[in-house]
């Protein structure tokens, strides 16, 4: 085969391979699917038909480029089956250094709103051009041949090169001071260092605890933050105003302006004397003298400061060890169609000891009973009178007089409470009167059962019985639990069933 017919097959083959690459992308191209627009400052390079590509794959192409009120306006053609969030956001991106300009689509988050046909990209981003790419750097170069210009003139000259030496030398010999006095105090700083460890630990702790706290800070801060945000162009104005007056004003007052730049070159020759100075004077806190050098190399001193922060460290340890609950608790008593609130706080010194402090507001049915007895005496006649089963002279105490009114004021509970394992005793005072009560504890301890005993004499009950209350409350989660019982069962005057609940810190 000669070379002609060589050149020839290979003429041949590179036409095949053209009309198949043309072929492949003929089929890349998007004829089908909904419109999208969005705006650009500047789209150099990009042309139509580039591809349209999110998480770089392609979902389309650019059908049209036009130019609107100074900026860029692109049609895009994206495939019907591709979503796209409400807040997404477009840019101009190269492939590789050299490649083509496409067009990415960062999705957002607001997936609830989707954009549709005919809608446009709210946020873009252009490239900046090869060419001012070019024009920042010569500036750069320009302002960097200054500094060095600049460096050269002030260190170029003996004087300048013997100032930088000495400033050298000052400051090799007072790093060597400062290494030295490290090196003497190391166990103490270790010490302080353990101590501040410790107290860091005990902080951690105290946030965990007051997290509720932290989160309204955090949302102060945010409102802080939003109203900066929404007066930060006024401010930017106050500045623009503010520096154009500071212009006028140094223009007025060149000359001072001179003067100042010449008094601050005269001062930067001087600071090699005041690295010098320093330099005496660490030496001289090393030795201990003055009242910093006996500060540092004095035992007395480390140890008052360990003494200090032992307190702390102890203090806050029992702190962290005394907790307090404050709960907050609505109840709807169902049958006497009446509710009450119960404000309680309990300190708990220990796991297995507390003590219980209650306010009650009464419901709208509770009643305060008022009561007058008499003594009666009854002399019995008659057969068999005068006998151990029957005497003459009988003594009776007997209730001449009931009132019954409204309870208005609130009432208080003041208990302690001693835990065994799973069960809990509490004695003392419960809404007014005395009386006790036995708690359970079950699915580690987000469910307690209650059953209460007060009133014993029946003052503020009908019917002159005891107050019986059973209870299960069931922590649904860490600040909210519900409660479900039975008041009063022993009477049918006053007995309901309750539902309730509430949020403890």
Sequence with gaps: ?????????????????????STQLEKGEVTEGYELRVRFDTVDGLEEKAPVRIAGVKVGQVEKID??????????RVQPDTLIP????????????????????????????????????????????LDELLISLGTLATDFSKITGSLAEAFGSEEGKANLQAILA?????????????ARNDQRVDSIITHLDSLATRLDKLTATNAAGVTETVANLRSVTGYTRDNLPKWGEDFDRTVNAL???IAENRAGVKSTIDSAQRAAQSADTTFAALGRVAQKV??????????????????????????????????????????FEGESLVDRGDSRGIFTLTLAPSKTKSYLFEVVSPANGDETIHRTTEVRKITNTG??????????????????EEHREKSGNVQFSAQIAQRIDNAALRIGLKENTFGAGADYYLADDRLRLSLDAYDFDGDNTPGSSPHLKAKARWDLFTHLFLTAGYDNPLNDEVASAFLGGGVTF
């Design 1 to 21: 085969m000669n070379l002609e017919t060589k050149v020839g097959f290979f003429v041949l083959l590179v036409g095949v391979l053209l009309f198949v690459l």
């Design 67 to 76: 130019l609107e009120e100074g900026r860029a306006r692109l049609t895009l």
């Design 86 to 129: 409400g807040d997404s956001r477009a840019e101009l991106r190269t492939e590789g250094m050299l490649g083509e300009k496409y067009l990415a689509i960062i999705p957002g988050k607001d997936w609830a709103h989707r954009l549709m046909a005919g809608q446009t990209i709210g946020e873009s981003i252009s490239q900046k051009s």
């Design 170 to 182: 000052n400051m090799r010999d007072l790093t060597a001071n400062v290494k030295t006095i490290v």
């Design 247 to 249: 212009q006028v004003v």
């Design 286 to 327: 090393d030795e201990g003298h003055g009242t910093i050098g006996r500060l540092v190399n004095d035992e007395t001193t480390v140890d008052k400061l360990n003494t200090a922060l032992d307190k702390i460290d102890k203090f806050l340890a029992k702190r962290d060890r005394y907790r307090t609950y404050v709960s």
């Design 383 to 400: 057969s068999g009178a005068g006998s151990d089963f029957f005497p003459t002279d009988v003594t009776q105490t007997v209730v001449s």
